[in-house]
């Protein structure tokens, strides 16, 4: 059984930073790619960040480039989500997800989700 399972979310101050992480079980996610999204309070999910398993390229919302940095460990078949400089807006649920390709590509869906970890930062 295919598990992501996020931890690190927590309560944070306006400016402060925090540190997602995502353990991936059941199978090794090395050569695919591996994402994080996040759903805001009443609105729709939406992407944050995504690493490529064929070159470690990265892709990045607009609201997350300059602050967030997605990284992988393959040896521990891990990806991690740095957040600095977190504003209220940043508040949500994090989700870990995996796509079956080498390179990220927003036309398909990820094929595996986390159940998430919640993000709140206060102002």
């Known amino acids: 059984q295919v598990q992501l399972v996020e931890s690190g979310g927590g309560l944070v101050q306006g400016g402060g930073s925090l540190r997602l992480s995502c353990a991936a079980s059941?199978?090794?996610?090395?050569?695919?790619?591996m994402g994080w999204f996040r759903r805001p309070p009443w609105k729709s999910r939406e992407f944050v960040a995504a690493?490529?398993?064929?070159?470690?390229?990265?892709w990045y919302a607009d609201s997350a480039k300059g602050r967030f940095t997605i990284s992988r460990a393959d040896a521990k078949n891990a990806v991690y989500l740095q957040m600095n400089s977190l504003k209220p807006e940043d508040t949500a649920v994090y989700y870990c997800?995996?796509?079956?390709?080498?390179?990220?590509?927003?036309?398909?869906?990820?094929?595996?989700w986390g159940n998430g970890t919640l993000v709140t930062v206060s102002s």
């Open positions: 690493i490529s398993g064929s070159d470690n390229s990265t």
């Open positions: 997800a995996a796509q079956l390709r080498t390179t990220w590509d927003p036309y398909f869906g990820m094929d595996y």
């Open positions: 059941g199978r090794t996610f090395n050569t695919n790619t």
